[in-house]
Nanobody
Framework: QVQLVESGGGLVQAGGSLRLSCTASGDTICISTMAWYRQAPGKDRERLGYVSSGGTTKYADSVKGRFTLSRDNAKYTLSLQMNALKPEDSAVYYC????????????????WGQGTQVTAVS
């Protein structure tokens, strides 16, 4: 099992910045990809970006150039630096990780954090 805990959400003025952190615990050695998602009221959950175990990083077009992912494999953390925040970025932000079948690790499994609220006001 893997547990994911997010931190760093809050209220910010439009144009401001926030940094979210996600820390994994438990059977972390089996984690493969880590990602951040968000979900605004009445909308589908949206993947913002991911970092593979090998370091490949991808972003959604909606946040490319404003948000930056950083993964620390030694500490099992994934951070999301959010700059130039807009009111439409307001949502609950979720950390996600998966575990694929590999030597010593069973799978596949996926894991979610509990979410952290981000609100950008104009």
């Amino acid at each position: 099992q893997v547990q994911l805990v997010e931190s760093g959400g809050g209220l910010v003025q439009a144009g401001g910045s926030l940094r979210l952190s996600c820390t994994a615990s438990g059977d972390t050695i089996c984690i493969s990809t880590m990602a951040w998602y968000r979900q605004a009221p009445g909308k589908d959950r949206e993947r913002l970006g991911y970092v593979s175990s090998g370091g490949t990083t991808k972003y959604a077009d909606s946040v490319k150039g404003r948000f930056t992912l950083s993964r620390d494999n030694a500490k099992y953390t994934l951070s999301l630096q959010m700059n130039a925040l807009k009111p439409e970025d307001s949502a609950v932000y979720y950390c996600w990780a998966d575990r694929t079948s590999s030597p010593g690790c069973d799978g596949p499994y996926t894991y979610w954090g509990q979410g952290t609220q981000v609100t950008a006001v104009s």
